[in-house]
């Protein structure tokens, strides 16, 4: 067959196997295969299945009727978003930390800002991890050529500094013994291992990113799942706009998890070793390699910041977190140990000396249930697998009978 | 990051005006600059993605992630609608958030070690997006223009003097070659033949070409093609980017796709798809499901495609009344027959951006200087067609005032 003569780009052949959740729907569609008749319930994939609320659906409505209308109209957008839109993220979950509209960059996702920020870092910066973590971060970090190979026996991908979270540590991590690298990317509340860090603890990961330089890529995309006390945003860290860009998202908590909308806070005081503004770098890359955020997106998230809409939010993450419960009650009736879960959508369960791509496999076979294996989020998610939360109220009990009959 | 020479082009026209509105609070402005659609979406294609919003309320309409790649029902209909008999699988159409964004993730998987050819002028973004991946040497002053030119890219000149359509003898050979046909901002369509040849040129070369048909509905008649699949081979050396922005007004709804066909091959013989669907799925999830429920609107019935094209074809009204205008001055003017920009030279010799800027402060009229899109694009400015019929007629009243 003809070939071109273009190469390969190498750090794309450097990745191992597809991205995780890929992953994770081919085996679901090779058992369904086998067993079409097989009732798959879904805990795997972190894919929210309830309706979105109307008040933020009958936004999206009359903004797509508007387009029809010469006054209703728009065209291209601000590539940072809509000046409402970010006036109303501001004031919703910035108020009083110094964060104002013209920091919020709105864009179509995490996922999708995590890898803008990343071609905006390039090629020649260190990053470290929790692990384990959403792959995302590493997945990215390896395709824009910043680390080596991977290395098959200790899981990890040279050049990347990989922090340990577990339970030995209270899933945080021991910053005495981390090297200092130029960006430090921190979810909390975590996704996988559900796990919130305190302020006490920010507080250390905002002086340890202060007295390296570092850059806090900190991802807050589960933030309105906390139920306790823990910081909501790292700009509730004193000194954390220096340090700190935060990236956010309506995915969880509004449902948008196919409409596609989301936000980054670049504040104008986090600065470049040279004293460039990374803000003005990363305006540049949102008006090159992006075009904003669907228009109607951004109406459901006016919507969605309304006083009803807030409401009808909060009314759809304490459902999920419902639901959260009742798998957390499964599993600890059951005798394992199980973590995360109080401020976040996932529970991390330990299955101790397992491997964990063989506990999804017999999860699967088993009960029909689809989780995700620990090891699929780093070498440190190996002997946990996550259950995840989202799932019409019947099928999460189904799904916890089912367990509770596998591994009774 | 360092490497870029100012801002990206729109943001400083778009700074311009502000600048220009303030000094002038009452004046009408014009804008035939930014290339920014203006007339109202069809409603068969509002009305669908109302409903699609509304059923997301729904338990049996609520959707979640879709496929990175875009949901089957609208890779299917661009298969079908956009390809017929060109065998183009659903399978090989990718869905994105429009050509922009496709740019920046083709970029990054090509990776830094390609070298890139581009028209010279042409659409910024291939160009900036290479830089940013690290693909170029710093920048130079062109002596000729006074423009700048990227190290290591190879620029096509397209002027009048080869017909908009590069000397492909005298062009070095690139990894990938940028091709944007109709062309932005010259407004040339290539004919049959003109890609015939490119794409022997990138066989020959072992090249892939990264054709760019945002603008495929305004070619006007049968003997230019709209696609790059309409010439044989072009399967195994073309990845095709297209967009719903100027097809159908979704320029802030934001919708377009990406074409990789099966037999378009790396140099160690792996495929450049499974490459693309790896970014996809890593550095993107999916277009929004409402804009695609609007796309599938604007293909699935003739009512739809009707609808959409009775607005391009407004838009191309507006060209001809802006060709005409230009022709009845006795400007050298290009474009317009295939396309919704007018490429032309309003004063011989003079620079662009002083161009630009003379017009804009005598008529209050935006438009883009062709600098803006190259060194070749020196000495031009590009007139854009989206407006209401009205402003654009009253654009070329004041223009006729001035230059006459």
């Not at chain 2, 003097?161 to 062009?171: G, K, Q, T, Y």
């Amino acid at each position: 067959a003809y070939t071109t003569k273009v190469s390969r780009n190498a750090n794309i052949a450097k990745l191992q196997a597809g991205y995780l959740f890929p992953e994770i729907a081919r085996r679901r569609a090779a058992h369904l295969l086998k067993h079409p008749d097989a009732k798959i319930i879904s805990l795997g994939i972190g894919d929210t299945t309830e309706p979105i609320p109307e008040v933020i659906t009958n936004a999206m409505a009359e903004r797509a009727h508007a387009l029809s209308t010469v006054d209703g109209y728009s065209g291209y957008g601000a590539e940072q978003g809509e000046k409402k839109l970010r006036a109303a993220i501001a004031a919703t979950y910035y108020a009083d930390l110094g964060i104002d509209e013209t920091d919020i960059f709105v864009s179509d996702g995490a996922k999708c800002d995590i890898s803008r920020l990343q071609v905006l870092f390039g090629s020649k910066v260190k990053i470290a991890v929790q692990d384990p973590s959403y792959p995302a971060y590493v997945d990215s970090s390896v395709i824009m050529g910043q680390t080596d190979l991977y290395q098959q026996d200790v899981q990890k991908y040279g050049n990347i500094e990989y922090m340990r979270c577990s339970p030995e540590n209270g899933f945080f991590p021991d910053l005495s013994k981390v090297p200092r690298t130029d960006i430090i990317f921190f979810c909390s509340p975590n996704n996988p291992t559900g796990a919130a860090a305190s302020r006490d603890q920010l507080t250390q990961l905002v002086k340890f990113a202060k007295d390296n330089g570092s850059i806090i890529v900190y991802d807050s995309a589960y933030a309105m799942y906390i139920s306790d006390d823990s910081p909501k945003s790292i700009f509730e860290i004193p000194g954390a706009k220096e340090v700190a860009l935060e990236t956010a998202s309506f995915s969880k908590y509004a449902g948008f998890t196919g409409v596609r909308l989301g936000w980054t806070v670049v504040p104008k005081e986090l600065l470049f070793s040279d004293g460039h503004p990374v803000a003005k770098d990363f305006n540049r890359i949102v008006c090159t390699s992006f075009n904003g955020a669907s228009t109607i997106s951004q109406a459901g998230g006016l919507g969605c910041l309304s006083p009803e809409g807030l409401k009808a939010m909060q009314d759809v993450v304490g459902f999920y977190k419902e639901n959260t419960k009742i798998i957390v009650d499964t599993f600890e009736s059951l005798g394992f140990n199980v973590y995360g879960a109080k401020n976040a959508p996932y529970v991390w369960v330990h299955f101790p000396d397992r491997n964990s791509w063989d506990v999804f496999a017999e999860i699967l076979e088993k009960a029909n249930v689809v989780t995700t294996p620990g090891s699929g989020f780093g070498p440190g998610g190996e002997g946990f697998v996550r259950v995840s939360a989202f799932g019409h109220r019947e099928n999460i009990i189904e799904a916890a009978r089912r367990l509770k009959q596998l591994y009774k | 990051m360092e490497k870029l020479q100012n801002g990206y082009l729109f943001p400083e026209i778009s700074m311009r005006r502000e600048a220009h509105e303030k000094k002038y609070p009452d004046a009408k402005v014009i804008s035939l600059g930014i290339g920014d659609t203006t007339q109202p979406i069809p409603s068969i294609v509002t009305s669908a993605m109302a409903e699609y919003s509304l059923a997301l309320s729904t338990p049996e309409g609520y959707q979640g992630y879709g496929p990175e790649q875009g949901q089957k029902s609208l890779r299917k209909a661009i298969a079908d609608v956009v390809y017929p008999n060109m065998g183009i699988r659903d399978t090989e159409v990718f869905i994105s958030d429009g050509a922009q964004c496709d740019i920046a993730r083709l970029q990054m998987m090509f990776g830094r070690d390609v070298t890139i050819a581009v028209q010279d002028p042409t659409f910024p973004g291939y160009v900036d997006n290479g830089v940013i991946m690290g693909q170029t040497g710093p920048a130079a002053v062109d002596e000729e223009s006074g423009g700048s030119r990227y190290a290591g890219i190879e620029y096509m000149r397209c002027a009048p003097e080869n017909a908009f359509f590069p000397d492909l003898s005298r062009v070095r050979r690139t990894d990938v070659i940028f091709f944007c046909s109709p062309n932005n901002p010259t407004g040339h369509a290539a004919s049959r033949d003109q890609l015939r040849q490119l794409v022997d040129f990138a066989r020959r070369n072992g090249s892939i070409v990264v054709f760019d048909s945002a603008y495929a509905s305004y070619v006007s008649g049968d003997d230019k093609p709209r696609s790059i699949y309409e010439v044989p081979g072009a399967r195994e050396v073309a990845i095709e980017i297209s967009s719903f922005s100027k097809f159908a007004g979704f320029t802030g709804v934001r919708l377009g796709w990406a074409v990789v066909p099966d037999e378009l091959l790396y140099a160690d013989g792996t495929r450049v798809a499974r490459d693309f669907d790896r970014v996809v799925t890593t550095c993107f999830n999916g277009a929004s499901s409402v804009a695609q429920a609007g796309g599938l609107a604007c293909l699935a019935t003739e009512e739809g495609r009707a609808a959409v094209a009775r607005v391009v074809a407004g838009y191309k009204e507006n060209a001809r009344v802006l060709v005409d205008t230009f022709q009845a001055l006795g400007k050298e003017v290009y474009g317009g027959d295939d396309s919704p920009y007018v490429w032309v030279r309003l004063f011989p010799g003079r620079r662009s951006w002083d161009v630009f800027a003379e017009i804009l402060e005598k008529t209050h009229v935006i438009t883009v200087p062709g600098s803006g899109f190259g060194p070749g694009g020196e000495g031009f400015v590009r007139v854009s067609a989206f407006n209401s019929r009205d402003r654009v007629v009253e654009a070329c009243a004041r223009l006729t005032s001035f230059l006459a």
